[in-house]
């Protein structure tokens, strides 16, 4: 079944540029970002709508591609609606007379994750000319091929928000550096933002999009890693070592992207874990990726706050407080 889309742009376009909606949205969405992404009229541009409703939009496939823990019918599903851009994009350049080994494909979260693969993957069709990749992270799972030696031809523009809840940031530094260690040509942006496309984003992208027209293959240096977080991630494989078997008496912080409280009171905790640094560890864990352990220790509000001592739960806190009433709750030594 053909997508549903619009296309927009006139016949005097000089190339297709195709732009993927991320989960929850729909083919508008990336359309309002058009008068500053493309203020020249440069492209004539493809604007697709996912085939799964997810009000209070749509989706392309289930969760779990960016990180491989979506098993079998999340693969089938994303190979799917990546066949369908495909043929899509195939069929939008052959309609109007554009040479699709010059259009560019972009995207965000969902639809960034499938620009990628449509970029890079095997495939008897031409690669497109660039690959936008905004707020997202390298699709992992079987099945999909990566033609890196036609990669090293292919420009990309990687960009991810410091403070994304949804995927964090550290999943965009990581496929910025997968391209870079196989010769791609790329350009990373970070900046203060959360799961979203910010001006300043946006601007990059017209800037980039103008050197690709231009033929250019844009790269600069990767910004040096920041320093590690003062709060680890936890995963359930590392709990026993990381917390139960710790001889200091470790805070652990059980939270969920979704959840605004916890948003609120995470600066609070990394202040604990900066002014405690030796005297305790500090760890997170995100429920929503380790429910075992949510369902373990009896986690059904969050943010909670709690302390293990000697391999046990020994207090916890529930709520966004105050850093004194926090440490107070846990039965710790307050400092002003």
């Known amino acids: 079944m053909a997508l549903i889309h619009n296309v927009v742009g006139t016949p005097q376009a000089a190339r297709v540029l195709m732009l993927v909606h991320g989960l929850g949205a729909d083919e508008r969405d990336l359309g309002g970002l058009l008068p500053y992404l493309d203020p020249e009229g440069r492209f004539l541009t493809v604007l697709p709508r996912g085939p799964l409703a997810a009000p209070p939009g749509f989706s392309w496939y289930e969760m779990g591609a960016l990180t491989g823990a979506g098993g079998e019918s999340t693969a089938t599903s994303f190979t799917a609606a990546l066949d369908e851009l495909d043929d899509l994009l195939e069929t939008v350049c052959t309609e109007h007379g554009k040479a699709r080994e010059e259009a560019i494909v972009g995207g965000f979260s969902q639809g960034g994750a499938l ?6 993957r095997r495939s008897v069709r031409p690669h497109p000319a660039g690959v936008l990749a905004m707020s997202t992270a390298l699709p992992d799972m079987e099945g999909l091929e990566f033609d890196w030696d036609a990669a090293v031809q292919i420009p990309m523009l990687v960009q991810h928000g410091t403070n994304d809840m949804t995927l964090p940031v550290e999943l965009g530094r990581t496929l910025a550096a997968t391209l870079v260690e196989h010769g791609v040509p790329v350009v990373y942006g970070e900046y203060p933002m959360e799961h979203q496309v910010a001006m300043e984003s946006v601007q990059q992208a017209h800037e980039w999009l103008l050197a690709v027209s231009a033929g250019e293959r844009p790269t600069e240096a990767l910004p040096e890693p ?3 977080p003062l ?104 400092i002003p």
């Open 115 to 120: 620009a990628v693969a449509l970029g890079l």
């Open 226 to 228: 920041p320093p590690p």
């Open 231 to 334: 709060v680890q991630p936890v995963t359930t494989a590392q709990w026993e070592a990381t917390v139960l078997r710790c001889e200091q008496p470790v805070i652990v912080d059980f939270w969920a992207p979704w959840c605004q409280p916890c948003r609120m009171v995470s600066p609070i905790v990394e202040q604990i874990a900066a002014m405690r640094e030796g005297a305790y560890k500090v760890v997170k864990v995100n429920i929503d990726e380790e429910p075992a352990l949510a369902q373990q220790y009896e986690v059904q509000s969050i943010p909670m706050i709690a302390m293990f001592r000697n391999g046990r739960l020994e207090r916890s806190v529930l709520g966004a407080k105050p850093r004194q009433q926090v440490e107070a709750e846990l039965g710790m030594l307050v």
